[in-house]
Every structure is written in C-alpha cells, then in structure tokens.
C-alpha cells in the first residue's frame, strides 16, 4: 500500500508536473494506463512555460500527489467567479487504477472550497473518451449541453482524428 501526500506544487515541481502530465496524456509511455491520448493526438499536452505561468497565477493552483517524494499525480485547479476548472488531471501511468486520481479530485475539490467561494466546479473531457467521462461521473459529475471545439495548437500537438470536441462536465 502506497502512502500518499497531498501537497500545493511549487515552483521546484514545474519540470515535473510537465513530464508527468505528458506522461500520463501523450506517447508510448501513456500507453500504460488508461488516459492516453495517444490515439488521438500527436505531440505534447502541456510544456514548461504554460505550467510555470500557472504557477505564478494568482487563481491558477496546481495540487501535487506525491509517495516517497516523487510526484506521481497532479492536478491544476483554476480559480473564476465562484466556479473551479479541474484540468490536466494526470496519474503517472504505473500508478493508475488505484484509486490515486480519485483520490487527487477529492483532495483538489476539498482544498478549492476552503480556498475559495466555490458554486461549482467543472472540467473538459474529449468526447470519445467514453470511460474518463464515466470516471468523473462516478464522481458527481454531470455531462452539460456545453460543447467546445477542441483547441488548435500545432507548435504543441496535432489532432490524429478529426472532429475532435470538449464536452462540459460540472458538478
């Protein structure tokens, strides 16, 4: 059994929480686990710059899960008019299906509400991924009739499919 700390990322986590989310989203190595995006997107989910300026963000926090000082989960949590995005939810993939990223959702929703004013909290998902949006399902959360082209950013990724659409969850 794994012992498990939750802790706000600093800035010394940056690298990181870069190779971890791109870990978990992108490549061969996502391949692991089951939140790859392999199949779908080629290139990288996230790099240093947009990482660092989050962590120097007055309402953008990242939540860091962590076992014998290693980051093995991470998650941003942004902060607007009472409302809380999750995004970048991301479990190393040899540590996925135990329950980490549950935990990791219920340690970000606990630590936005005692930070901030929170209505509701809300996240994207790719609308073929079946099975992350019944994870977060499971977890309260509830499909909206919001929908959002998926974002084009050739310098980092680019689509392997085509119609590619953000599904809105909220909880």
Known sequence: MLTLNFCLAGVDDAHAIVE??????????????????????????????????????????????????ILIGSVCVKYSD??????MLAVNPLYQGQGIGKQ???????YAAKKWPVERYVLEVIHCRQE??????????????????????????TPKVDGLVLLILEK
């Open 104 to 110: 990791l959702l219920h340690y970000a929703e606990c």
């Open 20 to 69: 971890l989310v791109n870990g978990a989203y992108r490549g061969e190595s996502s391949r692991q686990g089951w939140t790859t995006e392999a199949d779908l997107l080629e290139g990288r989910r996230t790099e240093l710059e947009e990482v660092s300026y989050l962590l120097d963000s007055n309402n953008d926090i990242f939540l860091c899960c962590k076992t014998q000082n």
């Open 132 to 157: 992350l949006i019944a994870f977060y399902e499971r977890r309260g959360y509830k499909l909206t009739t919001l929908r959002r082209e998926f974002p084009v950013n050739p310098a980092l990724w």
């Open 82 to 87: 009472k409302q809380v995005e999750m995004g």
